[in-house]
């Protein structure tokens, strides 16, 4: 099981690793002198236990084999951490690669890996020689950690090992040095060493048992004779009982014939041989023990139930791995990364594979997850390996609808009611009005995001129209044409960026609306009515930004509307999650077959708005129709340029609908 690499044919070693003459690394150390036993032999007429003699134990070997490979298989992630507190995979960092895919040319990161973990559980320590061959890349190289081992020269710590017979020295700044566990923080001790009077016990056993089954063989009774036998009667005797019951286990129970009037005594297993039976299944307990991890994962099943199979693989996991994860984890970091990039990048196992359960729990978990707006419908597919759902709905959340931030139980306008008046009055409003406050109350959670989605947009959309006006300077004709291609192209671009934020909002105003009226409306129904409210807001976007340019005569006073945009931009798309509200709550209206609804004017309410309360229409029909509209009290008309059949009727406006119940 020794990894033994020829980095002479590999590649020219650095001259870094500087050659030390023919001096000889020493084949046994104490634990006192800070290095592991390399060889162990037997003072005590127990079999010789070295780190691959360990290996001929079965138990021994499936626990190496286990830990090994679940070290080996988990992916080995290098993340960056975002501005958000989350984190993502650093695809275009050097080191990304090495860790996931080729450590070196001759090595996939799994067999890395596996021989990484195999050295630490067998002698103690890992050793991992950081390879920079001057081209700026990185190569990870495992050693032998029984010729390998740390000293000093020149009060500088360096690593002495060997590769094909040859002895080098690695400055410590080229070694990663992982030790199993360790009395003075730096060496580790060799795990067979403590362990080897229990494995010695062991394979004693098991040779005691060969011998037995090859040479002890026995009948199943005897015949006893009553009187002596001639010399020749003897040997025929003797040899015909060698043939036909010595020799191996073939020959178990086989009854013998003597002559002589022989008597037949049947022969039943004495104490010692039913207590070396136990012992073998003793030993496989032993071997978990030493290894901490639970008896069923080395094929012992005799305590194991499928109760609580499933706990013993979690507390596999929790207790067992993850401490060995950790140390990789934290010595890959540690070494692999510089001070600066550890402010920004870190190492992590990908664990999620181990801790899955059977499918009905981690589809319970899933949902409780989706529904309080923590997973969405493509999270959720991604951990079950499936492809993603094409349609924006996909990437939406949601969450249950008797939840509510405790913020939002103060006033509309954020400041403190300490009389109560405020809740009073709630309480004792129409439920249809209580019911657009609910609403409401659910659609100002997403004005942030309606700001950020605005501020997105106009990253990408600001500088392309400023190289546009550059481009084309005086000539409108040209100016135009290219405006025109690329709202065109850019109005798709804005359907993608909106559609979680107007999915997310639709979503939860769809459910409100449902209750209040105690019908759903049809999923697919509801998904096109949602694709077509993504499209019209990336629609009337585009149109909003060429009529805004067009109505500019010069460069400058093109570049002055741009950079207005920043400011009034965010509120007029914040101003959106309003049309959504009673867009979607008109719909599922609609489609449960309300005939009727009414205009609820919301907060301090203009002279338009102060008007419209309580009006009443047809749910075809339109509040407002194209034209002026000057109710009393106004001071000038509002020109309304389409039918209004759902607030907002005009910038600023804060009503909303209900359904009248006849």
């Known amino acids: 099981m020794d990894i033994v690499i020829d980095l002479n044919k590999i590649r020219r070693i650095p001259t870094a690793l500087k050659s030390w003459g023919s001096r000889m690394i020493p084949q046994k150390r104490d634990l006192v002198g800070g290095f592991p036993f390399f060889n162990m032999v037997s ?25 090994s490979s679940h070290i080996a298989m988990l992916p080995l992630i290098l993340y960056r951490r975002t501005a958000d507190g989350g984190k993502e995979r650093a695809t275009e960092h050097p080191l990304y690669r090495v860790l996931e895919i080729e450590p070196n040319e001759m090595m996939t990161s799994f067999q890395m890996r596996q021989a990484s973990a195999l050295h630490q559980e067998l002698w103690g320590d890992t050793y991992i ?28 710590i360096i690593y002495r090992t060997q590769v094909d017979g040859q002895a080098f020295e ?58 002596a036998l001639t010399d020749e009667a003897f040997k025929r005797l003797r040899e ?30 004495n104490a010692e041989e039913v207590q070396m039976l136990g012992s073998r299944e003793f030993s496989v307990t032993e071997v978990s023990r030493w290894f901490n991890i639970p ?24 207790d067992s791995l993850l401490p060995r994860l950790i140390r990789i984890e934290q010595a890959l970091t540690k070494m692999l990364l510089t001070k600066g ?62 939840m509510i931030d405790m913020k939002d ?93 107007i999915q997310g909002n639709a979503d939860q105003i769809r459910y409100l609306a449902e209750d209040e009226i105690g019908k759903a409306m049809a999923d697919a129904e509801f998904e096109a009515f949602a694709r077509k409210l993504i499209q019209n807001f990336a629609l009337r976007y585009t149109i909003k930004s060429k009529e805004d340019l067009k109505k500019r005569e010069t460069l400058e006073e093109m570049e002055e509307q741009v950079d207005h945009w920043k400011d009034s931009r965010p509120e007029i798309v914040k101003a959106e999650r309003i049309k959504v509200e009673s867009a979607v709550a008109r719909a599922v209206w609609s489609s449960a077959g309300v005939v009727k609804i009414k205009s609820v004017a919301h ?28 109710p009393e009290g106004a001071t000038e008309p509002l020109t309304v340029s389409s039918r209004k059949n759902h607030p907002p009727y005009h910038d600023g406006c804060e009503c909303g609908i209900a359904p009248v119940r006849e």
Not at 43 to 61: F, G, H, I, R
Not at 604 to 624: R, Y
Request: with cysteine; charged share 25%.
């Open 43 to 67: 003072k005590d007429a127990l079999p010789e236990m070295t780190e691959t003699a360990a290996l001929n134990l079965s138990a021994v070997w499936n626990a190496v084999d286990l830990l």
């Open 341 to 402: 990039e550890q402010k920004e990048y870190f190492i992590e196992f990908l664990v999620d594979g181990l801790l899955r359960g059977d499918i009905k729990t981690r589809y319970e978990a899933y949902q409780i997850a989706r529904q309080n707006g923590a997973m969405s419908a493509n999270e959720w597919r991604k951990k079950e390996n499936m492809n993603p759902i094409a349609d924006p709905s996909g990437n939406a959340y949601h969450m249950q609808l008797n």
């Open 409 to 501: 139980l103060s006033t509309e306008s954020g400041e403190k009611d300490p009389d109560g008046s405020e809740e009073k009055n709630r309480s004792i409003r129409p439920i249809q009005e209580r019911s657009v406050e609910k609403r409401r109350t659910i659609t100002n959670r997403f004005q942030s995001r309606y700001k950020s989605l605005a501020k997105a947009i106009l990253k990408e959309e600001i500088p392309a129209v400023r190289e546009i006006i550059t481009e084309s300077g005086s000539d409108k004709a040209d100016f135009r044409e290219a405006l025109e291609a690329f709202y065109k192209r850019f109005q798709e671009h804005i359907e993608l960026r909106a559609a979680g934020v």
């Open 240 to 269: 015909s009982w060698s043939e036909m019951y010595g020799g191996g286990a073939g020959n178990h129970h086989r009854t013998a014939i003597l002559e002589e009037e022989g008597e037949f005594k049947p022969i039943q297993f």
């Open 170 to 227: 690695i400055p410590q700044e080229q070694m990663i040095h992982i030790p199993i566990m360790t009395l003075n923080g730096i060496d580790g001790i060799n795990p067979i060493a403590k362990r080897r009077r229990s494995f010695s016990l062991m394979l004693a056993a098991e040779e005691q048992a060969e011998s037995y089954y090859t040479n002890s063989s026995k009948p199943a009774g005897v015949l006893q004779l009553k009187k």
């Open 129 to 156: 020689w950081i390879c920079r061959p001057g081209n700026g890349s990185i190569e990870l190289w495992p050693l032998n950690p029984g010729v390998t081992y740390r000293t000093r020269k020149n009060g500088k």
């Open 295 to 318: 008896p069923h994962k080395i094929k012992d099943l005799t305590r194991s139930t499928f109760s609580n199979i499933e706990h013993q693989n979690i507390d596999y996991v929790q």
């Open 603 to 630: 907060g301090d309410s203009c002279p338009f708005c102060s008007a419209l309360n309580g009006k009443t229409i047809g749910i075809q029909e339109s509040f407002l129709e194209p034209g002026q509209f000057q």
